[in-house]
């Protein structure tokens, strides 16, 4: 539905819940066709001849254990994070968690890409492009 929906625009990119995830579930993936697994979580390097991994850096929001809510971080907190990953990673994947985004957040999104433009030295692209350059290391 989603392929027919989007078109080449869009690849079968599989986030496991909690960002844990292990041989078996890469087996799986493989055998129904998906292209990717991003996630946080590296304890082991996924990639193999179908399956890319594009890891996530930076989750944008963060759960509150005391109340149990989503709560967006602050962009100026993201950004210093966002720094630290840019002198380790070549690519610095952000989470958006659909269920935490309030209206309010974009703005705190718009804010956040705004000073990593503003960075310089920073290309944005697609997780297709990540998934081609993985397949090359």
């Known amino acids: 539905i989603m392929k027919d929906a989007f078109g080449d625009g869009f690849s079968l ?3 496991p819940p909690y960002h844990v995830f292990d041989r078996n579930t890469v087996k799986a993936l493989e055998s ?3 292209v990717a697994l991003s996630s946080s979580t590296n304890i082991f390097h996924p990639s193999t001849r179908t399956i890319s991994y594009v890891p996530i850096s930076i ?10 809510e989503w709560c967006t971080r602050n962009p100026d907190e993201l950004m210093r ?19 935490a985004m309030e209206d309010s957040d974009f703005d705190k999104l718009l ?8 960075a310089g030295n920073v290309k944005f692209v697609d997780i297709s492009t990540i998934c081609g350059e993985n397949e090359k290391s």
């Open 13 to 15: 990119i599989f986030s």
């Open 59 to 68: 989750d944008f929001s963060q759960i509150d254990y005391v109340n149990g």
């Open 81 to 99: 994070e966002f720094m630290v990953c840019a002198s380790m990673f070549p690519f610095i994947g952000i989470s958006l968690h659909h269920e």
């Open 32 to 34: 129904t066709g998906f």
């Open 111 to 118: 804010a956040l890409i705004g000073m990593i433009r503003g």
